[in-house]
């Protein structure tokens, strides 16, 4: 079983949907989530960064964190087709050296159809 | 400022070759890491460094051999390259700030081993 389980998807919905995103987890020592974008062919991109369990909101993005039941989302409102790319959770648990090393979840893919 | 280039953006390999990766990032940052991509998979840590000179291995290091000796440098090498080396490479960096680390991605390199 992998530490980070998130349905690859595709996912499409159309222009001004909400989306939802979300990772299950099973490593208990993770305590930083981060939601990361990738468009197609580039790098990845930070879009959300939260600590311990919780909401953040972002603009448009809210992340929430459910330690209790190791589940995090990724909330989109009024999705734009700018939005669609790959969505990717990430998390980490604190080490020797701080909370450098993330393990990813395999990412959603998105098309958010004008 | 750049930020996090890798060089190349594409290479093919026959099977046996060696070739090395090169990432550079001019953000000054402590850390910085190789992941490789493949479908279904997510991204993978291959290995990662905490500073000059520092290397360490992380999910997938067979196979690979890195070295950090610049600070802004990062070199992933592969000494008998596999066709299960196929993949999409992203270096990564990052530095604490405030208790976190956000990680910055490269453009990646494609590499194809045939």
């Known amino acids: 079983q992998k530490e980070v389980e998130q349905d690859p998807g595709p996912l499409s919905v159309p222009e001004g949907a909400i989306v939802s995103l979300n990772c299950t987890y099973s490593?208990?020592?993770?305590?930083?989530f981060m939601w990361y974008r990738q468009y197609s062919r580039k790098g990845p991109e930070l879009l959300m960064y939260t600590y311990s369990s919780g909401n953040k909101e972002d603009g448009r993005f809210t992340a929430q964190v459910d330690k209790s039941s190791k589940y995090i989302s990724l909330f989109i409102r009024d999705s734009q087709p700018s939005d669609s790319a790959t969505y990717l959770c990430a998390m980490s648990a604190a080490s020797r050296f701080g909370n450098e090393k993330l393990t990813f979840g395999t990412g959603t893919r998105l098309t958010i159809i004008p | 400022n750049a930020g996090v280039t890798q060089t190349p953006k594409f290479r093919v390999l026959k099977t046996g070759q060696s070739m090395t990766l090169l990432c550079a990032q001019d953000?000054?940052?402590?850390?910085m890491y190789w992941y490789r991509q493949d479908p279904g998979m997510g991204l993978r840590l291959i290995h990662y460094s905490v500073g000059e000179g520092t290397t360490a291995k992380g999910e997938v290091p067979d196979g690979y051999n890195v070295s950090r000796l610049k600070k802004q440098n990062f070199l992933l090498g592969l000494e008998s390259a596999a066709p299960s080396q196929t993949s999409v490479y992203f270096c990564a960096s990052s530095r604490q700030s405030g208790g976190r680390y956000e990680q910055y991605f490269g453009p990646g390199t494609r590499l194809t081993v045939t």
């Open positions: 490593n208990s020592a993770f305590q930083y």
């Open positions: 953000m000054n940052h402590e850390y």
